[in-house]
């Protein structure tokens, strides 16, 4: 903020300066009061304020309120935190009722402890978000506890907080990404997922070279992340339950992951699962991380020399933990992203989870492998020893649904089920598809329908009933697509798992009809 800009800021009227550091956005017409605001005095306070607020477009307002920019806040707040009046002002303010942020802000202020917002810290009954008494907005929680950290008085109960604050946001963030995907109820796969316990609870040779795996593979749309979704997300649930580390490779973050950089994503839902472990691995985390010095994509060794040094840090720290001998299970969804990449990543991954055994003495680590294939191709490995990597212990492959489930999830999810029976024997039992017939079912008229299940007797008669499901998947997202050249384009992308710029360059550019002009 220019010091131009604090001296009129400072010059202003106490009252509207705390009110608009306090609001998420303010009307100014109601805090300069609209009868005077042509007033000489009223002017000059009017462009004091403007110039450090910023116009936002606000529901239900037929003109555009003002929010106080980030550095004149902190100006205000910390000028106001210290005076003995401080109380009085804020007493004289009115703001919106639904201004969380002000709320928030303004019993910050005042000195009360807003820590009983969030849930207990307690012990990890299942590193999931507990629901508070009264429903609490997270973000803008964190942003008073922001400001509220630099003030004199008040930083240090805020700083600790603010930890608070960002664990429940990351639990809250986890447990909403698996309840997006978890089927309720789950149909179809009570034998996967009755294995898929037992596994987790069994006691696992430690003598081979490879940990254990439970391999689940399938087609895609089958239902295998809907199934460790939710075998992830009861087990967190689950009072006492020992860790369980969920990590899918069709995130950002993770598709090109290094064994640090898993390293890191372990420690941070370990952390989120065990309160009593979460501070010292966010400090583990920044150590080993300081270590590089910028230093990772620029030198191989030295990433795997840090990283070696990480697990090395990581097992001395870990050496008191109660649980450290419990069945902690790592879950590595959507692996066919690594295994698409070939051996050495796949390899890499796995021995990252050996070494978690071996060097961090996590000794009852149970693996989860979950993908469309996992074994990676290598024409210059004997298959043998490609498959030993994994160690198989148990391995399902999911399948469509047989008719009477797919019959059973049609009807649970809404459909008639004399209609529900019709579309099976025609489409298949593979749940997406099921779900997209379902979408179809509530969002067209009868006659639409019966369009649908005819042309599937048709489509039905020339091929496989998986066949006719996936045309019709494919069908409903391009129909949306009205341009043909976009559409043409846009075709692969959904067929395919993923499209590379090589997979364009080498094969896509030759067959889609695109310009290339």
């Given at each position: ?12 009227d ?44 606000v ?50 202020l005042?000195?009360a ?10 012990p ?20 008073v506890?922001m ?129 009593a ?21 620029l ?31 790592i879950?590595?969804?959507t ?30 680590i149970h ?72 979408r ?31 045309r ?12 043909p ?22 094969v ?10």
């Open positions: 903020m220019k010091p131009a800009d604090a001296r009129r800021l400072d010059a202003l106490d009252r509207i300066t705390l009110t608009a550091a306090i609001s998420t956005d303010f009307d100014p017409l109601a805090v300069f009061g609209a009868d005077s605001l042509l007033d000489d005095h009223q002017v000059d306070m009017i462009d004091g304020l403007a110039a450090v607020c910023d116009e936002v477009e529901a239900g307002s037929s003109y555009r309120h003002w929010s106080m920019r980030t550095q004149a806040r902190q100006h205000v707040l910390q000028a106001m935190a210290t005076r003995p009046d401080v109380t009085t002002l804020l007493d004289s303010i009115d703001v919106q009722p639904n201004d969380l942020f002000a709320r928030y802000l303004r019993d910050g005042r000195g402890d807003l820590g009983p917002l969030l849930p207990p810290a307690g990890p009954t299942a590193g999931v978000p507990t629901a508070p008494s009264v429903a609490v907005d997270l973000d803008c929680l964190f942003r506890v400001f509220l950290e630099a003030l004199p008085g008040v930083g240090a109960k805020a700083g600790h907080l603010e930890r608070r604050v960002r664990r429940q946001i990351a639990l809250t963030a986890a447990h909403n990404a698996l309840q997006a995907v978890i089927p309720n109820p789950l149909v179809g796969r009570e034998r996967e997922y009755a294995a898929l316990l037992e596994y987790r609870t069994s006691v696992l040779a430690t003598a081979r070279d490879w940990v254990p795996s439970f391999i689940l593979v399938g087609p895609g749309g089958v239902g295998k992340s809907a199934l460790v979704s939710k075998f992830v997300s009861d087990q967190r649930r689950k009072p006492g339950a020992p860790p369980l580390i969920y990590l899918d490779f069709d995130r950002a973050t993770l598709i090109d992951a290094t064994p640090l950089d898993l390293t890191f994503e372990f420690t941070r839902q370990l952390g989120l699962a065990e309160s472990l979460d501070q010292m691995l966010a400090e583990f985390r920044e150590r080993s991380r300081s270590m590089l010095g910028g230093q990772e994509n030198n191989i060794d030295i990433g795997a020399g840090t990283s070696s040094a990480a697990l090395r840090d990581l097992a001395s720290l870990l050496s008191g933990w109660p649980r450290r001998t419990a069945a902690v299970t879950v590595l969804d692996f066919e992203e690594v295994a698409i990449r070939g051996v050495t990543p796949v390899r890499d991954v796995l021995q990252w989870v050996v070494e978690l055994r071996n060097t961090v003495q996590l000794q009852q693996l989860v492998v979950c993908g469309r294939a996992v074994i990676p191709d290598a024409p210059h490995l004997p298959p043998d020893e490609v498959a030993a990597m994994f160690n198989v212990q148990y391995e399902w492959p999911l399948e469509d649904l047989v008719t009477d489930r797919a019959v059973e999830l049609l009807t649970v999810l809404g459909v008639e089920p004399g209609l529900a029976r019709r579309f099976p024997p025609l489409f298949g039992g593979n749940p997406l598809v099921l779900k997209l017939i379902h179809f079912v509530t969002t067209n008229d009868p006659a639409e329908v019966e369009q649908l299940l005819e042309d599937g007797e048709k489509a039905r008669r020339n091929a496989p009933s998986g066949e006719v499901g996936l019709f998947v494919y069908q409903r997202i391009l129909n949306r697509i009205k341009t050249r976009v559409r043409a384009l846009a075709y692969p992308g959904v067929v395919l798992r993923r499209v590379t710029p090589e997979l364009i360059l080498k896509l550019v030759r067959t889609c009809p695109v310009p290339s002009t």
